[in-house]
């Protein structure tokens, strides 16, 4: 955290801050993000406050500014129709639902329907509270089912998935892989890594590349056991979310209504409030 409240402070000296512009509570909100995500979170910020007609830089386009790094640049263009808009309602109320009943989970900030970036039809904000540089098997299989929430929601009030949810899959499964092939994380197989490392997907951990030196045996046992993760998942995400089907109605209708919503907000509603 230190060593990106540093790098933010060089940044902003060539902006003007408001009072309410703290980069503390920016360099907590940014673990895992380069010099050069910083660098443009500020020069974000900075091109944000201009649009607005203001002359300093304040808090609320600070964390715009993160939220455009992490997520990409509003597509108010892209317009979905209500279907599809309900459907992304209930897929993003889905994640954060998932996310709020497990503890440990990063906090969720915010839960959106208006479409960023190059391809996401709607998303859900979560950032961590401190840096991680290890985790565990249990809190691997905690961001898998988060990952699951989007598509099980669906199933729960549509009765079929979409195909909205393959980029979850894709992380899921690559999460999956990792524990069984690189971090020894499965009975079945052992302790035992069977892959050399590759470029991080998730937190800053390797992960395991595609190719092995193992049988076909060793093979389809691995299969077997990514999928009895998933489906480990899978079956327990569906029994929370049957459970809160109520709080998942009700979040995806205030999220329709608003399109955007609070964590907090939908933290209210599971309590009751």
């Not at 993003?92 to 990063?106: K, Q």
């Not at 979850?168 to 971090?183: F, G, N």
């Amino acid at each position: 955290k230190k060593g990106r409240l540093d790098i933010l402070r060089v940044h902003a000296k060539k902006v003007a801050l408001s009072s309410d512009a703290d980069l503390e509570q920016v360099a907590a909100m940014t673990p895992g993000f380069s010099g050069a995500d910083l660098a443009n979170v500020v020069n974000e910020a900075a091109l944000l406050a201009v649009r607005r007609g203001k002359d300093q830089v304040g808090i609320s386009e600070l964390h715009e500014a993160v939220e455009r790094v992490i997520a990409g640049l509003e597509k108010k263009n892209r317009v979905l129709n209500k279907m599809e808009k309900e459907r992304v309602a209930f897929h993003e109320t889905g994640h954060a639902l998932v996310a709020l009943s497990i503890p440990g989970s990063d906090q969720v900030q915010k839960i959106s329907i208006i479409p960023r970036g190059v391809a996401a039809l709607g998303y859900t904000l979560q950032l961590p509270t401190e840096d991680r540089f290890l985790m565990t098997k249990s809190e691997l299989e905690n961001k898998v089912a988060v990952l699951l929430g989007g598509r099980i929601a669906e199933e729960t009030i549509f009765g079929e998935a979409s195909t909205g949810a393959q980029n979850d899959l894709v992380k899921a499964t690559d999460i999956a892989k990792s524990m069984v092939k690189a971090y020894g994380m499965s009975e079945k197989l052992g302790t035992i890594t069977l892959e050399r490392e590759r470029q991080p997907q998730f937190l800053q951990l390797p992960v395991a590349s595609e190719k092995g030196d193992y049988s076909e045996e060793t093979a389809r046992e691995i299969d077997c056991e990514v999928r009895r993760i998933i489906d480990e998942q899978y079956g327990r995400v569906r029994r929370l979310l049957e459970d809160k089907k109520a709080v998942l109605q009700r979040g995806a209708k205030l999220l329709l209504e608003r399109e955007v919503i609070t964590g907090a907000e939908l933290k209210a509603i599971m309590e009751g409030n």
